[in-house]
């Protein structure tokens, strides 16, 4: 699966974003998504995940209560919506897709297989 994000800019502190991530193939809905972001100089450090099915979620603490990932299986697109962004949410943010990913790793960029290719969000104070 090829993965696309977009959706980032320049937003200041308490405003919201909206990412999207759109995938390529009639497989789509066979695949666990997920949000990463990477701060510069720094590791990747997962967001969100999200079940095939769009019936199950994990957030990073950071992001709980702020950020809420979703799919549209038939538009082939998962959904990152960033409310309440903060300064320590900048970052480059990548989408993430695997097939056969365990629940156990889920939080692991190293073991997903698909990464789009990263979309910036810079928050201002």
């Known amino acids: 699966v090829q993965l696309q994000a977009s959706g980032g800019g320049l937003v200041q502190a308490g405003g919201s974003l909206r990412l999207s991530c759109a995938a390529s193939?009639?497989?789509?809905?066979?695949?666990?998504m997920a949000w990463f972001r990477q701060a510069p100089g720094k590791e990747r450090k997962f967001v969100a995940y999200?079940?095939?099915?769009?019936?199950?979620?994990l957030y990073a603490d950071s992001v709980k209560g702020r950020f809420t990932i979703s799919r549209d299986n038939a538009k082939n697109t998962v959904y990152l919506q960033m409310n309440s962004l903060k300064p320590e949410d900048t970052a480059v943010y990548y989408c993430a897709a695997d097939a056969n990913i365990i629940w156990s790793s889920i939080s692991d960029h190293t073991k997903y297989k698909n990464w789009g290719q990263g979309t910036q969000v810079t928050v201002s104070s």
């Open positions: 193939g009639r497989t789509f809905r066979s695949y666990r």
């Open positions: 999200i079940e095939r099915s769009g019936g199950s979620t």
